[in-house]
């Protein structure tokens, strides 16, 4: 059975979450732990993740400890010197002073840049010392507890999201803000993990924002939202083949386009 929720106002799922995450890791997993930083290094390569992809956010890591060796050097750096150092990141002009705001204020209220401190304290404590800290919301914070210090902490991305929505494990209406409580309170502790990369996963490959895969989905028959899926599927569908025998001469110039969403699945 779901997981009771922590409050009345937290839905109960209309799929089994538990099944939902069993079934996704046969399909997609097994998922091994990689490799990680420590939760400061991992902090400033969250940062310079944001809105950027991973080769570019790890080409500007590699650019900023280069150019620095540690990141006490980076926190007593000049901004223009970070900026120059993470520019083929991208945004660099915004994400150069976030970063030297980060770490001069972990430096102010720790009195070092060591992050371990925060597995000892409860979740929702640890959450709000990282979430204190400038540029870092519940994803990021989420990304550090859970990921880097082992602790049952969502970080909720756009596939996650979109997905959760779909299966009704969150309401239609419920932001990203609240649904890092929500799913939570969803989802056993020790299943975070799993949940995270199944959900991903599902979300990149089968549950895409604009033409999920329904008829491939492996948890479709629990899927509440799978009717009125399809149906704008095939909707759309029919609508294309009808717009490419009005148009094949200007379509035949344009083989093909990608949308923003579509790039990136």
Not at 5 to 26: C, F, K, L, N
Not at 167 to 190: F, Q, R, S, W
Request: aromatic fraction near 6%.
């Amino acid at each position: 059975m779901p997981r009771k929720s922590r409050a009345s106002s937290i839905p109960t799922p209309s799929i089994d979450v538990a099944e939902a995450i069993r079934v996704m890791s046969e399909q997609y997993g097994p998922f091994p732990q990689e490799p990680r930083l420590d939760p400061s290094h991992e902090l400033v390569f969250t940062v310079l993740s944001q809105h950027t992809s991973d080769t570019n956010s790890e080409r500007a890591f590699q650019g900023l400890m280069k150019r620095f060796g540690s990141l006490e050097d980076v926190a007593a750096g000049e901004v223009s010197d970070i900026e120059e150092a993470i520019t083929h990141g991208g945004l660099a002009k915004i994400k150069a002073p976030r970063i030297k705001m980060v770490l001069t204020r972990i430096l102010e209220l720790n009195g070092s840049l060591d992050l371990s401190f925060l597995s000892e304290m409860p979740l929702d404590e640890a959450k709000a010392w990282l979430r204190q800290l400038p540029g870092i919301g519940p994803k990021s914070a989420g990304i550090i507890l859970s990921f880097f210090l082992g602790m049952p902490a969502m970080a909720i991305d756009t596939h996650i999201y979109r997905v959760s929505k779909r299966l009704g494990i969150i309401g239609p209406k419920v932001n990203t803000e609240k649904a890092h409580d929500m799913l939570e309170a969803a989802v056993e502790p020790d299943q975070v993990y799993p949940f995270h990369i199944a959900f991903i996963t599902h979300g990149r490959q089968v549950c895409k924002a604009q033409r999920p895969l329904c008829k491939e989905c492996i948890v479709a028959g629990n899927c509440p939202s799978r009717e009125e899926l399809m149906a704008l599927t095939e909707g759309k569908a029919a609508n294309n083949v009808g717009e490419s025998k009005k148009g094949k001469s200007r379509v035949s110039q344009v083989p093909h386009t990608f949308t923003t969403e579509d790039s990136k699945q």
